[in-house]
Each structure stands twice: as C-alpha cells, then as structure tokens.
C-alpha cells in the first residue's frame, strides 16, 4: 500500500471541492467502522474505490468516496449513505500530526495504515480481495510501531 501512496493533502482538497465528502449519519449505504486506532490525535483519511485500477494504484482521482473523520481511540465510525452499489474497496491511514501525509521512515510506517481485504500493514489486497458490498463493514489499522 506504501508504494503507490500520493500525498494526501491534494486528495482532500480536490475531493472537497468536487463535493465527494459525504456526510455521517444514514444506515443506507456504506457503514464503515476503523478499529485499533491507537489514539485521538488527528484524523483518519478514508479513501473509497469502485474501480480496480484506481485501487491498486490508490489513483485518488478516481476515488468515489472520501472522509476525514475525527481520530478517537479504538474505533472510529463514517457513513457514507450515498454509495449503495458496489463492490468497493477501502484504504484508510491515521494522519496523528495533521499534515495531511503518511509518514514514514525508510520502509517503517510512522503512522496506521489499513485497506479493506488487509491483515497486516505490508498487505496490498487486490481489488477482488478487498471488494466489500454496502452494509456495515469493519477495516483494521495497523502500526509499525
């Protein structure tokens, strides 16, 4: 997941400007909750694809959901009422000092990572293996450290 990350500053701002920031709130659509968030500092930065390419390379351009939600310990919750089709595919990270990047230290992530489909922070899930239908779905983060 690593590999193909952009900054992340630029996502947000483009994505709010197109309006793709969804609200909290509904049961329809896509109910996410993020578990293992390891503290409240900053936010978690939500990235939702329907598209396999667009996963793989984490082309956020062509992300059709976005969320910057409050970091709270433990878990974390978005709904985003409006993606109803699917499938989909997730990739999140915990942006604890708020400058809007993954931070990283050589190969050691600095910051949690997770993705829909993955079991550890090195994972890089398929489209296919990280595919989820709208409904309450759970995705893990991880830390180096």
Known sequence: MIRHFTKI????????AAGMISTSAS????????????????????LVFDDAAAFEQLDWQNAIGYADIPAR???V???????????????????????????VSGERLLEGIGASGADTATSEPSFAEAAV???????RIFYDR
């Open 133 to 139: 239908a709208p409904g309450d779905v759970a995705v």
């Open 27 to 46: 049961a329809g659509g896509l109910n996410l909750t993020v578990d293992g968030v390891r503290n409240a500092s900053g936010t978690i930065m939500v």
């Open 9 to 16: 500053g630029v996502v947000a701002a483009s994505l709010i």
């Open 73 to 75: 310990m433990e878990s």
């Open 77 to 103: 919750s978005h709904s985003f009422s409006n993606l109803t089709g699917g499938p989909y595919a997730i990739f999140l990270f915990h942006d604890e000092n708020g400058d809007q990047d993954l931070n």
